[in-house]
């Protein structure tokens, strides 16, 4: 059974920092890709960064995507947070090619598995 679990929200000033992980089991962690999105109260998701199985990143400004494959997580690092990033992050995996990954994030959704997402609340 494939589990997909984030970890790493929480509240935070503006301009500060965060760092979310998120593991998966149950599946070859390699030979997914990854993908970050986030979604707030009101609003669609939106997908924000993006790694393939040959490391091959898309991420939005201020966002960095990694992965440790040894350990199978990936992280992303969140700098100089505003308000507006306040959202539930979701973490999501695709066997597909990076190609279509990247497609799946910029057009907000279409993965394999998701996680249940870790809040980021970013105070004024």
């Known amino acids: 059974q494939v589990q997909v679990v984030e970890s790493g929200g929480g509240l935070v000033q503006a301009g500060g920092s965060l760092r979310l992980s998120c593991t998966a089991s149950?599946?070859?962690?390699?030979?997914?890709?990854m993908g970050w999105f986030r979604q707030a109260p009101g609003k669609e998701r939106e997908g924000v960064a993006a790694?393939?199985?040959d490391g091959s990143t898309y991420m939005e400004d201020r966002f960095i995507i990694s992965r440790d494959n040894a350990k199978n997580v990936v992280f992303l690092q969140m700098n100089s947070l505003k308000p507006e990033d306040t959202a539930m992050y979701y973490c999501?995996?695709?066997?597909?090619?990076?190609?279509?990954?990247?497609?799946?994030?910029?057009?907000?959704?279409?993965?394999?598995?998701w996680g249940k997402g870790t809040q980021v609340t970013i105070s004024s």
């Open positions: 790694i393939g199985s």
């Open positions: 999501a995996l695709t066997l597909d090619s990076w190609g279509s990954c990247y497609r799946r994030v910029a057009n907000n959704g279409g993965m394999d598995y």
């Open positions: 149950g599946l070859t962690f390699d030979d997914y890709a």
